[in-house]
């Protein structure tokens, strides 16, 4: 009796294509769009900046330790620099793995 009464008012209203009927949606920007887009981009060069920043800095002690005979502390700070730049420089593509 329930699956007849089912068939009756749900899937009439399928084949006759009367259920669900949108127009294409048009997406618009959000509002601040261009003041997010200028700070991800400020966000963006300071990554970059720093990655870069602490390579050399991590170059330079580590030439620094060669050079005085020291222990050797800094190649695991270029391992973390460059480690460090590449998850940075793929985030986007980590975020969209993530959110789906």
């Known amino acids: ?3 007849s009464a089912f068939h009756d008012t749900v899937l009439s209203q399928i084949d006759s294509g009367v259920l669900a009927q949108l127009g294409n949606p048009t997406p618009e920007t959000p509002p601040v769009a261009d003041k997010l887009l200028k ?11 720093s990655g870069v920043l ?29 480690i460090g730049g590449i998850i940075a ?4 593509t980590i975020m969209n793995a993530v959110i789906g």
């Open 54 to 82: 602490g390579i050399t800095y991590a170059g330079g002690r580590f030439a620094w330790e060669k050079w005085s005979g020291g222990g050797l502390a800094s190649p695991k700070m270029v391992a973390g620099a460059m």
């Open 89 to 92: 420089t793929s985030a986007g």
């Open 39 to 49: 700070l991800v981009r400020y966000f963006t060069w300071f990554v970059l900046l």
């Open 1 to 3: 009796m329930l699956l």
